[in-house]
């Protein structure tokens, strides 16, 4: 069998990119080897869900107030354990954990990052075999190494990020990171069991014309919302269109779609949840810093995500998140909310 050398594994491209930063501890490179091997553990139980008891609910429910499914409980253990025994990560915080977890062993004690992860986005999706996904954040720790993590560890803006991804399980399975150098995204090749990468330097488009939006709760978004989204279904070839509505409900895939299509996804806060659903530091960050690493923007409506100070590991923020001129098209519609806020 003929091996292509010129696509690179994930392994080989992060050995790479630390031979272009000679100063580098190579810390960061061999924490996102340990994400990459969670989630080829837990993309081979994706695959066989429905044979064996890891679909349905686990019979609880997690701080979010919502039911948790067994492949959740897998997928937060498998991520947690990998980089609890991994060299690089101090502590965890998940969106299926109360609290976060500092690891507490000398070698944990002495790595530089911490990591926030959603063990499996849109897992209301798993009985259903729609696509979902995996999505972490990486922060440089503002303890003093050599001592256990801490809660401001975690609470930091989105803008201290080193590093930011996602794994999307679906007819192929990937991984997309970003740094501040790039976004790249690895395809998993299931015949060597390795990630190669498929996507180099993705640039988001800054035109799109497909809007990802719950239009069931149109009459419960604010005005300016609304108004956008009547836009959106007016466009014609006269005026930039026609735009085209596709939301999946998986918002790793949804948002993946935009990232590489072009388009703009909407989870707008609602008049009975005015801070929406997604969840600041485990959904929203990330895929606004990996967005905007790619050339897209990403705000709550009035202010950039990554702007945001945290003041709870399990806030709640509106989002809005996509190419960049699609983007200035709904900031138009919000003027006048922004306005009336100062």
Same mark, same amino acid.
């Given at each position: 069998?003929?091996?292509? !050398?010129?696509? *690179?594994?994930?392994? %080989?491209?992060?050995? =790479?990119?630390?031979? /272009?930063?000679?100063? &580098?501890?190579?810390?960061?490179?061999?924490?996102?080897?340990?994400?990459?091997?969670?989630?080829?553990?837990?993309?081979?139980?994706?695959?066989?869900?429905?044979?064996?008891?890891?679909?349905?609910?686990?019979?609880?429910?997690?701080?979010?107030?919502?039911?948790?499914?067994?492949?959740?409980?897998?997928?937060?253990?498998?991520?947690?354990?990998?980089?609890?025994?991994?060299?690089?990560?101090?502590?965890?915080?998940?969106?299926?954990?109360?609290?976060?977890?500092?690891?507490?062993?000398?070698?944990?004690?002495?790595?530089?990052?911490?990591?926030?992860?959603?063990?499996?986005?849109?897992?209301?999706?798993?009985?259903?075999?729609?696509?979902?996904?995996?999505?972490?954040?990486?922060?440089?720790?503002?303890?003093? !190494?050599?001592? *256990?993590?801490?809660? %401001?560890?975690?609470? =930091?803006?989105?803008? /201290?990020?080193?590093? &930011?991804?996602?794994?999307?399980?679906?007819?192929?399975?990937?991984?997309?990171?970003?740094?501040?150098?790039?976004?790249?995204?690895?395809?998993?090749?299931?015949?060597?069991?390795?990630?190669?990468?498929?996507?180099?330097?993705?640039?988001?488009?800054?035109?799109?014309?497909?809007?990802?939006?719950?239009?069931?709760?149109?009459?419960?978004?604010?005005?300016?919302?609304?108004?956008?989204?009547?836009?959106?279904?007016?466009?014609?070839?006269?005026?930039?269109?026609?735009?085209?509505?596709?939301?999946?409900?998986?918002?790793?895939?949804?948002?993946?779609?935009?990232?590489?299509?072009?388009?703009?996804?909407?989870?707008?806060?609602?008049?009975?949840?005015?801070?929406?659903?997604?969840?600041?530091?485990?959904?929203?960050?990330?895929?606004?810093?990996?967005? %905007?690493?790619?050339?897209?923007?990403?705000? /709550?409506?009035?202010?950039?995500?990554?702007?945001?100070?945290?003041?709870?590991?399990?806030?709640?923020?509106?989002?809005?998140?996509?190419?960049?001129?699609?983007?200035?098209?709904?900031?138009?519609?919000?003027?006048?909310?922004?306005?009336?806020?100062?």
């Amino acid at each position: 069998m003929s091996i292509n !050398r010129k696509i *690179l594994t994930l392994d %080989e491209f992060t050995i =790479q990119q630390l031979r /272009n930063f000679p100063h &580098a501890t190579g810390e960061l490179s061999s924490l996102l080897r340990d994400l990459g091997l969670a989630a080829k553990r837990v993309n081979v139980e994706v695959n066989k869900a429905g044979l064996v008891d890891i679909l349905g609910d686990a019979g609880t429910v997690n701080i979010q107030g919502e039911d948790v499914k067994k492949l959740d409980v897998f997928a937060n253990n498998q991520f947690m354990k990998v980089l609890q025994h991994g060299v690089s990560c101090a502590g965890i915080a998940s969106e299926e954990m109360d609290d976060f977890v500092a690891f507490d062993d000398e070698i944990s004690k002495k790595a530089k990052y911490v990591v926030m992860f959603d063990p499996l986005d849109g897992s209301g999706n798993i009985d259903v075999n729609i696509s979902i996904g995996t999505i972490f954040s990486v922060y440089r720790r503002v303890s003093e !190494r050599g001592t *256990l993590c801490t809660k %401001e560890d975690f609470l =930091q803006s989105g803008i /201290n990020q080193v590093a &930011a991804g996602y794994m999307v399980y679906g007819s192929s399975t990937m991984m997309v990171y970003a740094t501040r150098r790039g976004v790249n995204g690895f395809t998993l090749d299931p015949s060597i069991g390795e990630f190669c990468l498929s996507h180099p330097d993705i640039q988001c488009l800054p035109d799109g014309n497909i809007y990802s939006v719950n239009h069931g709760n149109f009459f419960r978004y604010e005005k300016g919302v609304q108004e956008y989204i009547t836009e959106c279904q007016k466009k014609d070839k006269s005026n930039g269109g026609p735009y085209t509505q596709r939301y999946i409900g998986s918002m790793v895939a949804d948002v993946h779609r935009s990232l590489i299509k072009g388009g703009i996804f909407m989870y707008p806060g609602t008049t009975d949840k005015p801070n929406g659903k997604l969840r600041l530091c485990y959904e929203c960050n990330p895929f606004a810093f990996i967005v %905007e690493v790619a050339g897209g923007k990403a705000t /709550n409506g009035m202010i950039r995500i990554l702007d945001i100070q945290p003041n709870d590991l399990h806030q709640r923020v509106p989002l809005f998140i996509g190419s960049s001129n699609m983007m200035k098209e709904l900031e138009e519609f919000h003027k006048p909310q922004k306005e009336l806020a100062v």
